[in-house]
C-alpha cells in the first residue's frame, strides 16, 4: 500500500469511523479499520462506513488478516435445503376445503375462513392462526393447516406465532404505561435515560444521539433510516465479531452499543422513517425504568390489562422455544431444528421477538389502540399493523365497525411483506358483507 493510499484512508476513517476489523499492513505496521467485503487468492475488498471500497493486496497483509481472509474464502458448511417448491407444493395441490381447520368458529365468518384457505392454497402456507374480537369478547379462533413439517397433525386452537413487527404496538403500549405513571416522559433523552456514556462506543458518537427522546422513537422519528444506510440490526455477523460473540450469545444491548458507533441519517424528529432499532432501544427504556426484564413488565401491566397470558420472547433455535409456539417456514425451507437465521430474534425483541396466540393478540387489541394508548369502551376508529420476518406473515386490525382481528401465517414471500397487503384485502373483503352479524 503506497503512502498516498494510506494517508487517504487515514482521513477518510478520521470522519467517518466504522467499528471493523483493523487491517495490518506487514512491512510497515501501519493499521486501517474497515469492514470486509469479498476477497480472492489474491486480493481482499474491505468498505470504509462511508461506503467507499477499496482492494487490498492480500500478500502485503500481516499473517492474521491473511489468516482471516482465507476463512472468509472456504465454503459454507454443506445444510441440507428442501427447497420451498418441493417441501410445500401438496399445499398448492389441495382444494382449499381439503385445508384442515379447528377452533371455535362464528358461523357467520365462514367466508372469511374460506378466503384464508385460499390465500394459503396460493401460496403454499402450511399454517395460519385468526382471532376476530368485539366488545371485549373472542368470536371467532380458528387455526388452519398443519402443527408439524410434515403436515400429518391438524393445527389447534392455543399455538403461538411469532408476531414480527406486531411486536411494536405491544412495546409502545408498554411506554405508555410508564409515561402515565409518571416514571418517564416522552420528551426524555434516550441517551440519559439508559445512560449510554458509561459504554465505550458512546465515545465520539455522533452528537445527534443526546437529542433522541422517547417520544421520536415511538415516532419512527430517531433518526435512523434503513433506506440510506440500511437496517444495521440484521447485522449480526458485524456485531459477533466486534464483540468476539458466538451467534447464540448475542444480545440486545450489543445491538444498542453497535449503534453508538454508526451515525444518524438525519436530524432527530425532521422525518418519519419506519425503525426497528428505535423499539429495540424502547424495550431497554423499559427495563431500565421499571426494573424489570420485558416480559415480566409486560405480564404485570399491559397483558394483565388485557387479559391476554400468551405473550413470550420467541427463540430462533426450535429447542429454546417455549411449549406451544409453532414452527417455522423459511426461503429456503431447512428441515433442521436450529434454523440459520441471518439474524438472531432475541437480539431484536422489541422490533418483532414477540408470540403470542391470534386471540391473545385480539385481547391486546381490546384493550390497547395500536398507536399503545388504552383504549375507552365505545370508541371507534380505523388502525391496522402488519408483520413480516422469514418464516412470518401477520396483520391486525382494528375496524372502525368495532371488529378487531389478527392472523398470522408462518412463511412470508421471498420478498418482505409482499403477502401482507394480499391477506388483509382477502380478510376484509370476506369481512365487510357479513360484519354486522358478528356479534
Known amino acids: 500500500m503506497n503512502c498516498r493510499l494510506y494517508l487517504a484512508l ?166 405508555q404505561t410508564l409515561v402515565t405513571d409518571g416514571r418517564l416522559k416522552p420528551e426524555d433523552p434516550v441517551f440519559d435515560v439508559l445512560e449510554l456514556a458509561q459504554y465505550k462506543e458512546a465515545k465520539g458518537c455522533d452528537p445527534r444521539w443526546k437529542t433522541v427522546t422517547i417520544q421520536h422513537l415511538l415516532d419512527h422519528k430517531g433518526g435512523w433510516d434503513r433506506d440510506a444506510s440500511g437496517d444495521f440490526t440484521t447485522r449480526s455477523t458485524e456485531m459477533t465479531e466486534m464483540f468476539r460473540l458466538k451467534p447464540e450469545e448475542l444480545r440486545p444491548l450489543h445491538v444498542v452499543r453497535y449503534g453508538l458507533t454508526l451515525p444518524l441519517d438525519f436530524d432527530p424528529g425532521n422525518k418519519e422513517v419506519y425503525c426497528n432499532f428505535g423499539y429495540i432501544l424502547l424495550v431497554r427504556v423499559i427495563e431500565k425504568v421499571s426494573g424489570q426484564t420485558f416480559t415480566d413488565y409486560l405480564q404485570a401491566t399491559v397483558f394483565k390489562t388485557a387479559e391476554a397470558l400468551s405473550f413470550s420472547l420467541s427463540s430462533s433455535d426450535a429447542r429454546e422455544r417455549q411449549p406451544g409456539e409453532i414452527w417455522y417456514c423459511y426461503h429456503p425451507d431447512y428441515p433442521q431444528k436450529e434454523i440459520p437465521l441471518p439474524y438472531r430474534a432475541e437480539a431484536r425483541d422489541g422490533a418483532g421477538g414477540l408470540a403470542s396466540t391470534a386471540a391473545d393478540y385480539c385481547r391486546f387489541l381490546e384493550a390497547y389502540w395500536i398507536s399503545g394508548q388504552p383504549r375507552k369502551p365505545g370508541a371507534r376508529f380505523s388502525y391496522s399493523f402488519n408483520g413480516s420476518l422469514p418464516g412470518v406473515t401477520s396483520v391486525s386490525a382494528q375496524r372502525s365497525d368495532g371488529l378487531n382481528y389478527a392472523a398470522i401465517a408462518n412463511r412470508r414471500g421471498l420478498s418482505p411483506a409482499d403477502w401482507n397487503g394480499d391477506l388483509r384485502k382477502r380478510i376484509d373483503a370476506a369481512l365487510d358483507p357479513v360484519a354486522a352479524e358478528v356479534k
Open 10 to 175: 487515514l482521513i477518510l476513517l478520521a470522519a467517518d469511523r466504522l467499528p471493523a476489523r483493523t487491517w495490518t499492513e506487514a512491512s510497515t505496521g501501519k493499521k486501517i479499520e474497515a469492514e470486509f467485503v469479498s476477497a480472492t487468492a489474491t486480493e481482499v475488498t474491505i468498505i470504509l462506513r462511508g461506503g467507499r471500497q477499496f482492494k487490498l493486496e492480500l500478500a502485503r497483509l500481516s499473517p492474521e488478516d491473511q489468516a482471516f481472509v482465507q476463512q472468509q474464502l472456504k465454503p459454507a458448511p454443506s445444510v441440507q435445503v428442501i427447497k420451498a417448491e418441493d417441501r410445500f407444493e401438496d399445499v398448492k395441490q389441495l382444494k382449499a376445503e381439503k385445508i384442515p381447520v379447528n377452533g371455535t368458529a362464528h358461523a357467520a365468518l365462514a367466508p372469511v375462513d374460506e378466503a384464508i384457505r385460499e390465500f394459503m392454497v396460493e401460496k403454499g402456507v402450511p399454517a395460519v392462526s385468526f382471532a376476530v374480537s368485539r366488545n371485549g369478547k373472542i368470536l371467532h379462533e380458528r387455526t388452519f393447516g398443519w402443527a408439524d413439517a410434515d403436515m400429518k397433525i391438524p393445527l389447534l386452537p392455543g399455538v403461538k406465532m411469532r408476531l414480527a413487527s406486531m411486536t411494536k404496538p405491544v412495546v409502545s403500549a408498554a411506554i
